[in-house]
């Protein structure tokens, strides 16, 4: 499926790649964060932001608006240059991660940022507060759809399964989840560490109806999204499959840059494959 | 004659007026709706009555993203898988997003009383106080209970309220002035005063006039607010009379008295001293509900006994 046109396509690929640098650039300012995955789901939240989300930055309370819950908060570098450049706030704000009290905090804040929809971070809150949300605009009977982007390493939380439990039972056909599912969690591989395969068939036994695909294919992002729900009646979730620390070609995949406090010539070489990444991407 | 009522009959009377004014406020459910005294709402209601199963954690986690798009669900259960167990979605999801959702403990304190340590709920108010922004209502009458409601509509932001099982007296009359964080003065006295919340509150206040027959001019304070306490009315009282006794149903680290001790520890110059009575550290026994309450020197002819003891002075009855 590729539901979108090249310079849709083309388009996402520049705002995950700036989310990307963004995330570099929080790391620099504080010295280190959860890079791992804040560059794992960066596809996810950049289609997100730019083509799936019913919002305005300039509105950010408006009633009516999609919701996105980053249940996985420690991802929150990539919430926060997605925010930012869809205009939510002023990008030298990215600049204070890390400092005393900084708006853009190692979890997010929504007192402290326009946009953040949850205080996210503890795992295994988030799936029930957007339930929740998908519950009450449904009895208000609002259009809005909420999402949820959650890790893989987090289902392990029993509280999800409460929440995907009552999601299924309440019929929250407007909820929509993205495993950011790259197999790795702090300390190893999900698989070793708490096993959760098979994953979609246990979702689908909760009663939701599940598609698996390439997390970092921006039409098949974008298109599973706009055909949600997948079935009427039930939520739905796509089960992505990325890869950690994608965009660093030295980081892919490995379990070390899960939480990365870089030296200074890693920085240099990652900054430079983003650069280099850029430079494609105007030729292109 | 005294009417006693059902505490939670008459919590979910409140709701249910409280409903059919405000068509914000929802009901949820943990299998125990009708023990929660919400039959009436799920009845008159059922569209806003959400029924979710015994997944308490979630429920706190649904209710705060229910409270996102402008409901106000009260949710009631049993209280410690309302606040123990679900304590820290109960921090995050409502306290650190301050959410507007009021959540009601029943069977509180010891009214669980034959089903023993894991259903009786003494650490709740404890573990509760330690969220910033998070109001505490323990209400200790049937009007307290009704009035305590109509506060948690009014007032934005996350609420416990904290109420018992067992059937309690009327000791207020229905016009007396409720506001959160305000004690109310029952009884003017010089001689000791009495502070007491929630379920220990009638007892407490039978015993204030056992020793006012006995011409102990003891004032009692019913302290149905925990969490913003009245510092003032403590302060006053620590100052104007020569002894202060707590009374609660809760364990003693953590509940009223040491809300109360935080303030008199902090006081400057003399003033009163302080006794706590409540249940100290131990998992309560199991028994009938008087019982285990004497077990703990909660019932009034102990509460009578203590403040004699603690005030130096025993008097016949006359």
């Given at each position: 499926?590729?539901?979108?046109?090249?310079?849709?396509?083309?388009?996402?690929?520049?705002?995950?790649?700036?989310?990307?640098?963004?995330?570099?650039?929080?790391?620099?300012?504080?010295?280190?964060?959860?890079?791992?995955?804040?560059?794992?789901?960066?596809?996810?939240?950049?289609?997100?932001?730019?083509?799936?989300?019913r919002?305005?930055?300039?509105?950010?309370?408006?009633?009516?608006?999609?919701?996105?819950?980053?249940?996985?908060?420690?991802?929150?570098?990539?919430?926060?240059?997605?925010?930012?450049?869809?205009?939510?706030?002023?990008?030298?704000?990215?600049?204070?991660?890390?400092?005393?009290?900084?708006?853009?905090?190692?979890?997010?804040?929504?007192?402290?940022?326009?946009?953040?929809?949850?205080?996210?971070?503890?795992?295994?809150?988030?799936?029930?507060?957007?339930?929740?949300?998908?519950?009450?605009?449904?009895?208000?009977?609002?259009?809005?759809?909420?999402?949820?982007?959650?890790?893989?390493?987090?289902?392990?939380?029993?509280s999800?399964?409460?929440?995907?439990?009552?999601?299924?039972?309440?019929?929250?056909?407007?909820?929509?989840?993205?495993?950011?599912?790259?197999?790795?969690?702090?300390?190893?591989?999900?698989?070793?560490?708490?096993?959760?395969?098979?994953?979609?068939?246990?979702?689908?036994?909760?009663?939701?109806?599940?598609?698996?695909?390439?997390g970092?294919?921006?039409?098949?992002?974008?298109?599973?999204?706009?055909?949600?729900?997948?079935?009427?009646?039930?939520?739905?979730?796509?089960?992505?499959?990325?890869?950690?620390?994608?965009?660093?070609?030295?980081?892919?995949a490995?379990?070390?840059?899960?939480?990365?406090?870089?030296?200074?010539?890693?920085?240099?070489?990652?900054?430079a494959?983003?650069?280099?990444?850029?430079?494609?991407?105007?030729?292109? | 004659?005294?009417?006693?009522?059902?505490?939670?009959?008459?919590?979910?009377?409140?709701?249910?007026?409280?409903?059919?004014?405000?068509?914000?406020?929802?009901?949820?459910?943990?299998?125990?709706?009708?023990?929660?005294?919400?039959?009436?709402?799920?009845?008159?209601?059922?569209?806003?009555?959400?029924?979710?199963?015994?997944?308490?954690?979630?429920?706190?986690?649904?209710?705060?993203?229910?409270?996102?798009?402008?409901?106000?669900?009260?949710?009631?259960?049993?209280?410690?898988?309302?606040?123990?167990?679900?304590?820290?979605?109960?921090?995050?999801?409502?306290?650190?997003?301050?959410?507007?959702?009021?959540?009601?403990?029943?069977?509180?304190?010891?009214?669980?009383?034959?089903?023993?340590?894991?259903h009786?709920?003494?650490?709740d108010?404890?573990?509760?106080?330690?969220?910033?922004?998070?109001?505490?209502?323990?209400?200790?009458?049937?009007?307290?209970?009704?009035?305590?409601?109509?506060?948690?509509?009014?007032?934005?932001?996350?609420?416990?309220?904290?109420?018992?099982a067992?059937?309690?007296?009327?000791?207020?009359?229905?016009?007396?002035?409720?506001?959160?964080?305000?004690?109310?003065?029952?009884?003017?006295?010089?001689?000791?005063?009495?502070?007491?919340?929630?379920?220990?509150?009638?007892?407490?206040?039978?015993?204030?006039?056992?020793?006012?027959?006995?011409?102990?001019?003891?004032?009692?304070?019913?302290?149905?607010?925990?969490?913003?306490?009245?510092?003032e009315?403590?302060?006053?009282?620590?100052?104007?009379?020569?002894?202060?006794?707590t009374?609660?149903?809760?364990?003693?680290?953590?509940?009223?008295?040491?809300?109360?001790?935080?303030?008199l520890?902090?006081?400057?110059?003399?003033?009163?001293?302080?006794?706590?009575?409540?249940?100290?550290?131990?998992?309560?026994?199991?028994?009938?509900?008087?019982e285990?309450?004497?077990?703990y020197?909660?019932?009034?002819?102990?509460?009578?006994?203590?403040?004699?003891?603690?005030?130096?002075?025993?008097?016949?009855?006359?």
């Open positions: 499926m590729n539901a979108l046109r090249p310079e849709e396509t083309a388009t996402l690929e520049a705002a995950a790649l700036r989310i990307r640098q963004d995330i570099l650039r929080m790391v620099r300012a504080g010295g280190a964060g959860h890079v791992g995955g804040a560059m794992s789901c960066a596809d996810i939240m950049a289609a997100h932001y730019f083509s799936i989300l919002i305005d930055p300039a509105k950010p309370n408006w009633p009516d608006r999609d919701r996105l819950i980053l249940s996985a908060g420690h991802k929150c570098m990539a919430l926060y240059a997605a925010l930012r450049q869809r205009g939510y706030f002023d990008e030298s704000i990215l600049d204070t991660y890390g400092a005393l009290k900084s708006r853009v905090p190692g979890h997010p804040v929504m007192q402290k940022l326009p946009g953040v929809e949850a205080n996210t971070g503890a795992l295994g809150h988030g799936l029930s507060i957007a339930g929740g949300m998908a519950m009450g605009l449904k009895l208000k009977k609002s259009p809005a759809k909420v999402y949820v982007v959650m890790g893989d390493g987090e289902l392990a939380e029993g999800n399964w409460e929440a995907a439990a009552a999601a299924s039972h309440h019929k929250l056909d407007n909820l929509l989840v993205f495993v950011d599912c790259n197999g790795l969690q702090l300390s190893g591989p999900t698989a070793d560490i708490m096993n959760y395969s098979p994953l979609a068939a246990k979702w689908a036994a909760f009663g939701w109806s599940v598609r698996t695909i390439d970092h294919d921006f039409g098949q992002i974008v298109g599973n999204a706009r055909e949600a729900p997948f079935e009427a009646g039930k939520p739905s979730i796509v089960i992505a499959n990325t890869v950690k620390a994608k965009g660093i070609s030295f980081a892919e490995k379990v070390d840059y899960h939480y990365w406090k870089p030296k200074a010539d890693e920085m240099a070489r990652a900054v494959e983003l650069e280099a990444a850029a430079v494609e991407g105007l030729k292109a | 004659m005294r009417e006693f009522k059902d505490p939670r009959v008459g919590f979910g009377n409140a709701l249910l007026a409280a409903a059919q004014k405000d068509d914000r406020i929802l009901a949820l459910s943990a299998d125990s709706s009708g023990s929660s005294g919400m039959t009436p709402f799920r009845k008159q209601f059922p569209d806003r009555h959400i029924e979710f199963g015994i997944m308490e954690q979630g429920i706190v986690g649904y209710a705060s993203g229910l409270a996102t798009t402008g409901w106000i669900p009260f949710f009631s259960a049993i209280a410690p898988f309302v606040t123990a167990r679900p304590f820290e979605m109960f921090r995050n999801d409502l306290g650190y997003m301050n959410q507007n959702v009021k959540v009601v403990g029943r069977n509180a304190g010891l009214t669980y009383s034959d089903l023993g340590a894991t009786q709920s003494l650490d108010v404890a573990i509760l106080r330690t969220i910033p922004g998070v109001t505490i209502v323990c209400p200790g009458d049937p009007v307290e209970i009704e009035r305590a409601v109509q506060a948690a509509v009014v007032h934005q932001g996350p609420m416990y309220i904290r109420i018992g067992p059937s309690i007296p009327v000791l207020h009359p229905a016009d007396v002035e409720f506001k959160l964080g305000k004690g109310i003065v029952m009884m003017e006295g010089s001689d000791v005063t009495i502070i007491a919340t929630g379920t220990a509150l009638w007892r407490a206040y039978d015993a204030a006039e056992i020793l006012r027959s006995k011409g102990i001019k003891a004032r009692l304070i019913s302290m149905h607010t925990i969490k913003p306490i009245d510092r009315l403590i302060c006053a009282a620590a100052l104007e009379t020569p002894a202060i006794v009374v609660e149903e809760h364990y003693l680290v953590g509940g009223l008295g040491s809300a109360v001790a935080d303030i520890g902090c006081m400057p110059g003399p003033h009163a001293p302080l006794k706590m009575i409540g249940v100290d550290d131990q998992y309560a026994s199991n028994g009938p509900y008087d285990l309450l004497g077990l020197g909660l019932l009034a002819e102990q509460i009578v006994s203590t403040v004699e003891g603690f005030i130096g002075r025993k008097m016949p009855r006359s």
